[in-house]
């Protein structure tokens, strides 16, 4: 008769040891790899300035990240997500049907999105969109007739003798990252819409001439991982690689961005939107859990700051390009605030 208030009050004890360890004393971030390294840097400064804890950012790509994110409300699920892309209606529906109704959106700047090689190989590159297109296309307008086909080109040479006489073969993010996404619809969309053959074909069929990539290997699925793609740009000077400016702002030594469209990949030039594959870049808070879990509105104000995300913010030397003044004051109120976006 003595074991089962004891069994009781272990049991007591037991549940009371889970609930303390449900409570979460640190924001938890996932998703984009291209916001991830603006993430860290506030992350990081605000851990160090606010006495409270640094908050753990994982890098899950911007459609994982909204995956976790709307899986539904409580510590187990994370606080905000990184997104290169803007979050899709599908998106916010499959968060509201888990209980995640008040979303905010803060939108932190701009990034462009390069094809770039290593700086061994030469000179840079200058291509078009629609040469971009031919190379990664699943298909592609028949050379010597009507219609599609398998893309039958093999070296950069055969789209134009003015591309390098190698291999093609293109390092790139996969279908669940933000940069993938950005990449179709800047590039291989723009560049599709540059052929007749595509542009006479019904809506349906037309969007996947111009979104499919090849799948014979001259095009890499690298990961999540963009340190992975400068990697193997570095030991291949024949390869190239897809990712953000931001990379390849911080690895200027090893690599060096394609011209597209007669257009070089800078700062400058995708700030005033010169730079024809540019986005913007995102992150979503989940309203439901500030104030519950510690440091999320603290987090927010550092990144909203303009000693961050200024023109001279310390995000600028990370690669980050700054929105107009007006616009970010317009996301630096929302995130005071915690106003949750009422629709796209």
């Known amino acids: ?46 851990g160090k300035t606010s006495g409270q804890k640094t908050p753990k950012i994982e890098s899950t790509g911007s459609g994982g990240g909204l995956k976790l994110f709307c899986a ?20 916010i529906d499959t968060c509201a049907k ?36 031919l190379a990664l296309a699943k298909e592609v307008p028949n050379p010597n007739g009507d219609g599609l086909v398998a893309n039958p080109y093999k070296k950069w040479s055969e789209i134009n003798p003015e591309l390098p006489d190698v291999a093609i073969e293109v390092y790139g993010p996969p279908p669940t990252s933000g940069t993938r996404d950005a990449f179709v619809e800047l590039a291989l969309e723009a560049g599709c819409e540059a052929f007749e053959a595509v ?28 340190n992975l793609i400068i990697q193997k740009l570095e030991s291949n000077p024949n ?13 200027a030594d090893k690599v060096q961005g394609s011209v597209v469209e007669g257009v070089e990949p800078t700062f400058e030039l995708i700030a005033d939107g010169s730079y024809p594959v540019s986005r913007s870049l ?26 961050a995300w200024g023109d001279e913010g310390y995000l600028t030397d990370k690669g980050l390009i700054p929105m107009p003044k007006a616009e970010r004051e317009k996301y630096a109120m929302a995130a005071k605030n915690l106003t949750p976006m009422t629709g796209l």
């Open 239 to 251: 390869a190239f690689g897809v990712f953000g400016f931001s990379f390849l702002d911080q690895n």
């Open 1 to 46: 008769m003595l074991k089962r208030p004891l069994t009781l009050a272990v049991a007591v004890a037991i549940g009371a040891a889970s609930a303390q360890a449900a409570a979460r004393d640190y924001v938890s971030i996932v998703g984009s790899s291209t916001v991830y390294p603006f993430a860290t840097v506030v992350a990081e400064n605000f």
């Open 72 to 91: 539904g409300v409580g510590v187990e699920h994370p606080d905000i997500t990184n997104a290169s892309r803007r979050i899709k209606q599908s998106e």
């Open 282 to 307: 995102y992150f979503y808070v989940k309203k439901a859990h500030v104030g519950s879990v510690p440091g999320i509105e603290g987090y927010l104000a550092e990144f909203s700051s303009e000693k």
């Open 199 to 226: 542009n006479a074909l019904d809506k349906d069929t037309k969007k996947a001439a111009c979104h499919t990539v090849r799948e014979d290997g001259a095009f890499v699925e690298a990961g999540e991982n963009d």
């Open 98 to 133: 888990n209980g995640v109704e008040e979303i905010v959106e803060v939108k932190v700047g701009y990034d462009g999105i390069v094809l770039a090689n290593s700086k061994t190989a030469g000179e840079p590159t200058n291509i078009s969109l629609a040469e971009v297109w």
